[in-house]
Antibody, heavy 117, light 109 residues
């Protein structure tokens, strides 16, 4: 059974960079045919797609976030990461990682990131 | 900016049938948008229900079905159970981009 687990700093200061990691277990992140996504959900609001990376390393980002987002893969650790720069309070959200296989089929439990000084 | 629209809220009686829809600001939703549907209960991560319009995951209850209806993607729940009360989100593919709908809060009453 594939499992994903987010980790990272739960509190980030305004203007700094948010960094999260998604550890994948029960399967290899290098397996072909899958993408690895980040999605976020501000408190009390809906889901917002952030972007994804293919096993090949190619990426696709939400145009509204593209200038601030970087998604990367560390195959040696079987994990992928999200960096979001120049954060503001509007970036406060629960951040989820998910696998793109048959749709977004497997999700992590999510981690809350608060942007505050 | 592409907008995906869902009903904000719907109410259904236990044992009843309800259809949730998902519309695109770009026009009719087709299979090429690979509609996905997710269920989210309070405090939990979203759970995938349907992919590519009508395909179910191995864990998707049989009472959930996906289709295209009148230019929209649709999720139909037949024989609704109390545990189906949740927020439901659709997701559409626009080439490489993905856009979520705003969600439908389904109340079972």
């Amino acid at each position: 059974q594939l499992q994903l687990q987010e980790s990272g700093s739960g509190l980030v200061k305004p203007s700094q960079t948010l960094s999260l990691t998604c550890a994948v277990s029960g399967g290899s992140i290098s397996s072909g045919g899958y993408s690895w996504s980040w999605i976020r959900q501000p408190p009390g609001k809906g889901l917002e797609w952030i972007g994804y990376i293919y096993h090949s390393g190619s990426t696709y980002y939400n145009p509204s976030l593209k200038s601030r987002v970087t998604i990367s893969v560390d195959r040696s650790k079987n994990q992928f990461s999200l960096k979001l720069s120049s954060v503001t309070a509007a970036d406060t959200a629960v951040y989820y990682c998910a696998r793109g296989g048959d749709g977004l089929d497997y999700w992590g439990q999510g981690t809350l990131v608060t942007v505050s000084s | 900016q592409t907008v995906v629209t869902q009903e904000p809220s719907l109410t259904v009686s236990p044992g009843g049938t309800v259809t949730l829809t998902c519309a695109s600001s770009t026009g009719a939703v087709t299979s090429g948008y690979y509609p996905n549907w997710f269920q989210q209960k309070p405090g939990q991560a979203p759970r995938a229900l349907i992919y590519s319009t009508s395909n179910k995951h191995s864990w998707t209850p049989a009472r959930f079905s996906g289709s295209l209806l009148g230019g929209k993607a649709a999720l139909t729940l037949s024989g609704v159970q109390p545990e189906d009360e949740a927020e439901y989100y659709c997701l559409l593919y626009y080439g490489g981009a993905r856009v979520f709908g705003g969600g439908t809060k389904l109340t079972v009453l």
